[in-house]
T-cell receptor, first 110, second 117 residues
Framework: RKEVEQDPGPFNVPEGATVAFNCTYS??????FFWYRQDCRKEPKLLMS???SGNEDGRFTAQLNRASQYISLLIRDSKLSDSATYLC???????????FGAGTRLFVKA | EPEVTQTPSHQVTQMGQEVILRCVPI?????FYWYRQILGQKVEFLVS????????KSEIFDDQFSVERPDGSNFTLKIRSTKLEDSAMYFC???????????????FGEGSWLTVV
């Protein structure tokens, strides 16, 4: 089983749509969880941290279920600029080792 | 915003040659990382470095790879004898505190694209 697994997509949605991405992780000792965004041939950039209580940043909402080892990202009112690959990221081993999922590709169309 | 800088942005090398990729982390950061991303594949952790020694390394980071902080500002990744499968984007990253945790962010450089021919 992959350490971090994501639906590769692509997700093709119209502007204004709500879209949800899922991610599962296999290592129960995983300590911290994040969503990163990566534009084509660019470096990953932190989108948001994921907390057990769930957290929101504008149009983005992240959820974590430790019991199910599951992380989600919800994007509301999609914009064209949201088109990117969304990476689920898990931190283990006291923080020194970071595992990236393969990413979910999102295309938002006018 | 402070940034991690990497050089070169693109390097083409012949198989078997040594390559050194250079990085200047953000100045007050203490933790440094190298990742790689083969075209079309996921970002893969290679190594983390703190206090002038390797803190963690992945299975990918074998004896062909080494890292060094030769002075107070640079952080380098050396690949001793490149193979075709080393062709990838190599990202350097740094953070103020260890790894990813609440309030701590790993900042990535723009990457060095290595092509082995």
């Amino acid at each position: 089983r992959k350490e971090v697994e994501q639906d590769p997509g692509p997700f093709n949605v119209p502007e204004g749509a709500t879209v949800a991405f899922n991610c599962t992780y296999s290592n129960s000792a995983s300590q911290s969880f994040f969503w990163y965004r990566q534009d084509c041939r660019k470096e990953p950039k932190l989108l948001m941290s994921v907390y057990s209580s769930g957290n929101e940043d504008g149009r983005f909402t992240a959820q974590l279920n430790r019991a199910s080892q599951y992380i989600s990202l919800l994007i509301r009112d999609s914009k064209l600029s949201d088109s990117a690959t969304y990476l689920c990221v898990v931190n283990i081993n006291g923080g020194f080792k970071t595992i990236f999922g393969a990413g979910t590709r999102l295309f938002v169309k006018a | 915003e402070p940034e991690v800088t990497q050089t070169p942005s693109h390097q083409v090398t012949q198989m078997g040659q040594e390559v050194i990729l250079r990085c200047v982390p953000i100045s007050n950061h203490l933790y440094f990382y190298w990742y790689r991303q083969i075209l079309g594949q996921k970002v893969e952790f290679l190594v983390s470095f703190y206090n002038n020694e390797i803190s963690e390394k992945s299975e990918i980071f074998d004896d062909q790879f080494s890292v060094e902080r030769p002075d107070g500002s640079n952080f380098t990744l050396k690949i001793r004898s490149t193979k075709l499968e080393d062709s990838a984007m190599y990202f350097c990253a740094s953070s103020e505190r260890v790894g990813l945790s609440s309030g701590n962010t790993i900042y990535f450089g723009e990457g060095s694209w290595l092509t082995v021919v």
